[in-house]
């Protein structure tokens, strides 16, 4: 196709636009015509007691980690700034050490008022993968319930999570996932005192 062929089709397709568009606004409205989805007015999502609840957990929080994934127990420290965002998200970045090599994590969580489930995303330095997660929050024993699932060397992984409040600052985190022959391993276990 020659240049000019291919300049003057483009010049074709503008002239169209502009004509159509100018068509478009030029046409009275009718006022009992419904607005376009696009124009209509979005529903405002106001938090619940649910996004409260993740609010307590602002702050800047340190962390004693113990990873047993990789068979012996080992011990790291790291910390975690969580803040909320539109009071509807809580998101933390979390910045330790695992395997002697620096470890990078972001992670947001909220509660989705159609799903009544809580939900969330975790990202880290070691995998391409992103984890989702569902869960609920046990209000007599002050502990979320979560399940993971997330791509490991192609395959997919399934872990549940709890993190036990055993006050207002100190959290503790249990990831379990399934071991050999089904059993089920504690793959990590962080200690949580939040900063004053």
């Not at 509807?88 to 947001?108: I, N, P, Q, R, T």
């Not at 569902?134 to 999570?161: I, L, V």
């Given at each position: 196709m020659k240049l000019s062929t291919v300049s003057f089709s483009a010049a074709a397709c503008v002239a169209v636009f502009v004509l159509?568009?100018?068509?478009?606004?030029?046409?009275?409205k009718d006022p009992k015509a419904k607005a376009p989805a696009a124009e209509q007015a979005m529903p405002e999502v106001k938090p619940g007691p649910?996004?409260?609840?993740?609010?307590?957990?602002?702050?800047?929080?340190?962390?004693?980690?113990?990873?047993?994934?990789?068979?012996?127990?080992?011990?790291?420290?790291?910390?975690?700034?969580?803040k909320m965002v539109g009071g509807l998200w809580l998101v933390g970045d979390f910045s330790g050490e695992m395997g002697g090599k620096a470890f990078y994590g972001h992670g947001v969580n909220g509660?989705?008022?159609?799903?009544?489930?809580?939900?969330?995303?975790?990202?880290?330095?070691?995998?391409?993968?992103?984890?989702l997660t569902e869960g609920?929050?046990?209000?007599a024993t002050k502990t979320?319930?979560?399940?993971g699932k997330f791509?490991?060397?192609?395959?997919?992984?399934t872990c549940s999570m709890t993190t036990q409040s055993k006050d207002a600052d100190n959290?503790?985190?249990?990831m379990t996932m399934p071991g050999e022959g089904g059993a089920?391993?504690?793959a990590l276990k962080i200690e949580y005192k939040r900063r004053k």
């Amino acid at each position: 196709m020659k240049l000019s062929t291919v300049s003057f089709s483009a010049a074709a397709c503008v002239a169209v636009f502009v004509l159509t568009a100018a068509a478009v606004q030029d046409k009275p409205k009718d006022p009992k015509a419904k607005a376009p989805a696009a124009e209509q007015a979005m529903p405002e999502v106001k938090p619940g007691p649910e996004h409260a609840a993740l609010a307590k957990e602002v702050g800047t929080w340190d962390a004693t980690v113990t990873n047993t994934m990789g068979g012996a127990p080992e011990v790291s420290k790291a910390t975690e700034v969580r803040k909320m965002v539109g009071g509807l998200w809580l998101v933390g970045d979390f910045s330790g050490e695992m395997g002697g090599k620096a470890f990078y994590g972001h992670g947001v969580n909220g509660y989705d008022q159609d799903k009544k489930k809580y939900v969330g995303t975790w990202v880290d330095t070691m995998s391409s993968s992103m984890m989702l997660t569902e869960g609920s929050y046990d209000e007599a024993t002050k502990t979320m319930h979560c399940t993971g699932k997330f791509s490991m060397g192609g395959q997919e992984m399934t872990c549940s999570m709890t993190t036990q409040s055993k006050d207002a600052d100190n959290q503790v985190f249990t990831m379990t996932m399934p071991g050999e022959g089904g059993a089920v391993m504690t793959a990590l276990k962080i200690e949580y005192k939040r900063r004053k």
